[in-house]
């Protein structure tokens, strides 16, 4: 069974020059990428280096947001 992914809430989330470092990561080209966050490709390399940099995102806003907190209190 294939879980839906909402691709635009994705790319939403990307920051700028996001697509090219991903492409850069994965080690194909911008195309492959756009592509992907379109929903119309497949390559599982492609799809984890998308989710592990979204991840690594993530955690660097959280971490960044948690160190601002800790200074203002």
């Given at each position: 069974?294939?879980?839906k992914v909402?691709?635009?809430?994705?790319?939403?989330?990307?920051?700028h020059?996001?697509?090219?470092?991903?492409?850069?990561?994965?080690?194909?080209?911008?195309?492959?990428?756009?592509?992907?966050?379109?929903g119309k490709?497949?390559?599982?390399?492609?799809?984890?280096?998308i989710?592990?940099?979204?991840?690594?995102?993530?955690?660097?806003?959280?971490?960044?947001?948690n160190?601002?907190?800790?200074?203002?209190?």
């Amino acid at each position: 069974m294939e879980t839906k992914v909402d691709f635009k809430k994705i790319k939403d989330q990307l920051p700028h020059g996001a697509q090219t470092e991903i492409a850069k990561r994965a080690g194909v080209s911008l195309n492959m990428i756009h592509s992907a966050l379109k929903g119309k490709c497949d390559n599982v390399d492609v799809l984890n280096v998308i989710a592990d940099y979204l991840s690594e995102l993530k955690e660097a806003k959280s971490a960044a947001l948690n160190r601002i907190s800790s200074l203002i209190d």
